[in-house]
């Protein structure tokens, strides 16, 4: 197996609130193949999205970052990077709210061809039209107008694509999406779910998609990992961790979510008691307080991931879900 | 993926979003009929050798103190020079002085507080508690101990406004910068890898500048009254260049006989000051449209 595109090993992000210091994200380890898709699930605040900032070093100033990131877009060189070397540099990201991630100020043709710009010593003019073609490759219709229009002239459909394009504009081999469909509508949602995976085919590009909707990531990725409290508690394939998970939190979850043949006369069973402050994170499994098959070594118990036939659990008692509870 | 029905919805919607627009981007009159005073301010000023009738600096003291007549519009000064000549000229030297005034300290302070807001740390320190330093003193008393230690003269006051002036620019755009800083494009320009100069440059500058804009006319105002001022109390731009605030001052002694040697003068200024801040309040009403 050829090195991994991306490895991140034993990340922490530390926080300063305050007078305190905060772990949000305590040693995290995963990593993706060239052109693989992993989608990173879990509730607000668990730490999703302050991980793939800190693969970009786009935390919030005062934050320190602990782990090493290797990143190898070219086979056979492995090389640890700091955040800055990978910027627009084989990694670009998109985000979640298209209205704001894209500058009022600046026609989005400029806006894509501002990166394609910065890659290559292109001319103006080359640049322009590559931003074309990039905007025309995200399914923008009639792409030279748009690319004269300012962003709020855009619907929130097509400035999720101005932003993929702009994200593409610096040719990555890895696109970090965080939470790219949440603010559109569900039939919009579902077109740029296709271009992603499209993308992801044509060009061979991995993606990271981070998403608090499982059908999402159903979707689009071959790999998910579940994150908790800061850490991973469940990686595998997507169908492995769908329809055996591992981990009672997985499993929790998945019940929570709503399915056709749900009996809409039944609520949705939920997870009782709420995700621990990053104040104050429980000594051993962190789930534990909230997991209704807690023993009592689970609150001694080491993180660590457990991982058999490439699916990795973090919980010490996996087989209490042998027992149909779904 | 059907494109034809994110088209179709498309062009419909932008439509009335577009007439819409342009509604919300018109600006109000009072801009323009701002503009229109300010426009009449500058022809005056580049064409003040062509509708001034006399040598601004010519003397006929047996004509001193004559009242206006149709040789003399508005009467001669105290020396016998023509005063309606001496406004026209004056307006060469207030308007440049005036503008660069503010235009200087607007330069300066916006580059300082640009760097101070979007590096922090240090730079932020250093700049910041400079901006504190020049604060603490009472303007005025500060740009006239300035131009009492730089010598009088065009350059010693557009560099004493400068010094005093740059600190409100410099707070004005640190906080825009401070609250830019963190939105999700500027953080999607970084993610991109553009080099800290086009970011501020490009995604930062452009969005945080407004604030600044619509103080700026103000400020004209401001530095136009200051010169007017500093000329009053003789510490403005030197005899006998032709200036408003000297002729205000120069006309004191004769305000009874000749009320019109310092009114005229000051209605001037009064006008200048009326069509900028017309400019400055309107676009301050349609940027918070």
Request: proline share 7%.
């Amino acid at each position: 197996m050829s090195a991994p595109l991306l490895e991140v090993s034993d990340l922490k992000v530390h926080l300063t609130i305050g007078e305190r210091q905060v772990t949000p994200v305590d040693g995290l380890t995963l990593s993706i193949e060239k052109g693989g898709a992993l989608g990173i699930v879990g509730e607000s605040g668990s730490g999703k999205s302050l991980t793939l900032r800190a693969i970009l070093g786009l935390l919030p100033p005062g934050s320190v970052v602990d782990g090493t990131i290797t990143f190898s877009p070219q086979p056979g060189t492995t090389n640890e990077v700091s955040a800055d070397q990978v910027r627009g540099n084989g990694v670009a990201m998109i985000f979640q709210e298209p209205m704001t991630a894209l500058n009022p100020t600046m026609r989005v043709g400029d806006l894509v061809a501002e990166g394609a710009r910065n890659h290559g010593a292109l001319d103006r003019k080359a640049c322009r039209a590559r931003a074309i073609d990039l905007l025309r490759s995200v399914g923008i219709p009639s792409p030279h107008e748009r690319s004269r229009m300012w962003p709020h002239e855009l619907s929130g459909g097509l400035r999720q694509r101005v932003m993929i394009a702009a994200a593409l504009s610096t040719s990555p081999a890895l696109l970090l999406c965080d939470e790219p469909t949440t603010a559109l509508d569900v039939t919009v949602q579902d077109q740029i779910l296709g271009l992603l995976a499209q993308l992801r085919a044509d060009l061979g590009m991995a993606l990271i998609l981070v998403t608090h909707d499982l059908a999402v990531v159903a979707e689009v990725c071959d790999r998910i990992a579940v994150m908790y409290a800061g850490r991973i508690v469940e990686i595998g394939t997507t169908e492995d961790v769908l329809t055996s998970p591992q981990h009672p939190y997985t499993a929790a979850l998945l019940a929570s979510a709503p399915t056709f043949n749900s009996d809409v006369a039944q609520p949705l069973e939920g997870i009782g008691g709420h995700p621990p402050d990053p104040r104050a994170f429980p000594p051993g499994c962190r789930f534990a307080p909230r997991c209704r098959f807690a023993q009592d070594d689970c609150r001694t118990a080491v993180h660590e991931l457990i991982t058999v036939e490439g699916h990795g659990t973090a919980c010490i008692h996996p087989e209490v879900l042998k027992v149909p509870v779904l | 993926m059907s494109l034809a029905d994110d088209l179709t919805t498309q062009s419909g919607e932008s439509s009335t979003e577009h007439t819409f627009a342009t509604e919300r981007t018109r600006l109000p009159k009072r801009v323009w009929v701002g503009v229109a005073i300010v426009g009449v301010y500058v022809l005056v000023a580049v064409f003040a050798p062509v509708l001034a009738p006399y040598d601004p600096l010519a003397q006929h003291l047996l004509d001193a103190l004559a009242n206006p007549s149709s040789a003399h519009w508005l009467g001669t000064d105290e020396l016998g020079r023509d005063v309606f000549s001496r406004l026209i000229f004056a307006f060469r030297v207030d308007l440049p002085v005036g503008v660069l005034g503010a235009v200087l300290p607007a330069i300066v302070g916006t580059a300082l507080g640009a760097i101070a807001g979007y590096f922090g740390g240090w730079a932020d320190a250093l700049v910041m508690r400079t901006a504190d330093v020049f604060q603490a003193f009472p303007t005025y008393i500060l740009i006239i101990a300035l131009v009492f230690a730089l010598g009088q003269g065009v350059v010693s006051i557009l560099v004493a406004f400068t010094l005093v002036a740059w600190v409100a620019y410099a707070r004005l755009i640190r906080g825009e910068i401070l609250r830019i800083r963190g939105l999700d494009y500027v953080q999607a320009a970084r993610a991109a890898g553009l080099p800290s100069r086009r970011i501020l440059g490009l995604h930062v500058l452009p969005n945080g500048i407004g604030q600044t804009l619509v103080y700026l006319p103000s400020d004209i105002v401001l530095a136009t009254l200051g010169l007017a001022a500093l000329s009053f109390l003789g510490l403005g731009i030197p005899l006998p260049t032709p200036e408003w605030g000297a002729m205000i001052a120069a006309g004191q002694p004769f305000i009874r006989d000749q009320w019109w040697l310092s009114t005229v003068p000051g209605l001037v200024v009064v006008g200048f000051g009326l069509g900028l801040s017309l400019i400055g309040e309107g676009v301050e009403e349609w940027t918070q449209r």
